[in-house]
């Protein structure tokens, strides 16, 4: 292809791909832990990073990328002290943050044109620095993720439980909220800063909604990831468009067709007879357990 002679272009589906298989993994667990918010939140705290930054004569880059760890465990510690209400933390942070970001943005003017690509993302934005970047937390991530596996699962449906089990639930729970808030930095460059949950929810939503089982989830969601990149890159390029808006609009079709033929599948398995067949019993590692009284395939 055409768009592949280029050298950014090479760098921009290079990281792209690492960012889809990172944060379509981190999406699932973020959603099923109810904290889908938390990457829009981590992302905004990293636009404070951003800006002093640029303020201060720094890589924003690399400010951003340490803001955002921080922010995330912030949340984790807001998180534990608000334990009923633990959405809070989200918005505490998220607060603190945008409100950084508009006074360092205000204090320098001249900052403010170069805040389109980190709001928006750029392809252009991915250098060999920010590519270098991506290949390290790819690799953390891809070993964090692996390793635990399966403490995080037990964590996901319930910390009780696993702290019962000799997990050590705290110690996993930073270390995730710290993981997350590395996706979410290096994933700026690709989607922007407005637009990174994006990619960390989309494909997991429309992953969750059609796989039978967590594994399957896990892999639906990075397939779904890879391809709505790749897609969003050859789109954006074809029609001079930004990209993190359009891999954000086509992820968003994913999850609509998805959507859609789910319920034309449900629809055709009534009229067939078979929807009220019943599901295999749960193994003890692999099955999305249900809310009660909500039935497995709607």
């Known amino acids: 292809m055409e768009m592949l002679h280029y050298d950014f272009m090479q760098r921009a589906f290079c990281a792209g791909g690492i960012i889809a298989l990172l944060a379509s993994v981190l999406g699932v667990y973020l959603m099923l832990r109810r904290q889908a918010l938390m990457a829009d939140m981590l992302s905004h705290v990293s636009l404070a990073g951003v800006a002093g930054g640029a303020y201060f004569h720094i890589n924003p880059t690399w400010t951003g990328f340490a803001v955002a760890i921080v922010g995330a465990i912030a949340v984790e510690y807001v998180r534990r002290s608000y334990k009923t209400y633990s959405e809070v933390s989200i918005a505490i942070i998220m607060l603190g943050g945008l409100s950084a970001a508009v006074v360092l943005m205000s204090?320098?003017?001249?900052?403010?044109?170069?805040?389109?690509?980190?709001?928006?993302?750029?392809?252009?934005?991915?250098?060999?620095?920010?590519?270098?970047?991506?290949?390290?937390?790819?690799?953390?991530?891809?070993?964090?993720?692996?390793?635990?596996?399966?403490?995080?699962?037990?964590?996901?449906?319930?910390?009780?439980?696993?702290?019962?089990?000799?997990?050590?639930?705290?110690?996993?729970?930073?270390?995730?909220?710290?993981?997350?808030?590395?996706?979410?930095?290096?994933?700026?460059?690709?989607?922007?800063?407005?637009?990174?949950?994006?990619?960390?929810?989309?494909?997991?939503?429309?992953?969750?909604?059609?796989?039978?089982?967590?594994?399957?989830?896990l892999f639906s969601a990075m397939a779904i990831g890879l391809l709505g990149v790749f897609s969003g890159l050859t789109a954006s390029y074809k029609?001079?468009?930004?990209?993190?808006?359009?891999?954000?609009?086509?992820?968003?079709?994913?999850?609509?067709?998805?959507?859609?033929?789910?319920?034309?599948?449900?629809?055709?398995?009534?009229?067939?007879?078979?929807?009220?067949?019943?599901?295999?019993?749960?193994?003890?590692?692999g099955q999305i357990p249900r809310p009660a009284g909500e039935s497995s395939v709607q």
């Open 107 to 217: 204090l320098n003017q001249s900052i403010n044109k170069g805040f389109t690509s980190y709001l928006f993302g750029s392809i252009v934005a991915v250098g060999s620095g920010e590519l270098g970047l991506m290949i390290v937390v790819g690799l953390v991530g891809a070993c964090f993720f692996y390793l635990f596996r399966r403490p995080l699962y037990q964590i996901v449906f319930d910390e009780d439980t696993a702290r019962t089990n000799g997990i050590r639930v705290n110690a996993i729970s930073m270390l995730f909220s710290v993981m997350t808030g590395m996706i979410v930095a290096a994933a700026m460059p690709i989607v922007g800063v407005l637009l990174v949950s994006a990619l960390i929810v989309l494909p997991a939503a429309l992953a969750i909604r059609i796989a039978p089982s967590f594994t399957a989830a």
């Open 239 to 285: 029609l001079s468009t930004p990209p993190g808006g359009t891999i954000a609009l086509v992820l968003l079709g994913f999850l609509l067709a998805g959507i859609g033929l789910k319920k034309l599948s449900v629809m055709l398995g009534k009229k067939l007879g078979r929807a009220n067949v019943k599901r295999p019993e749960a193994e003890p590692y």
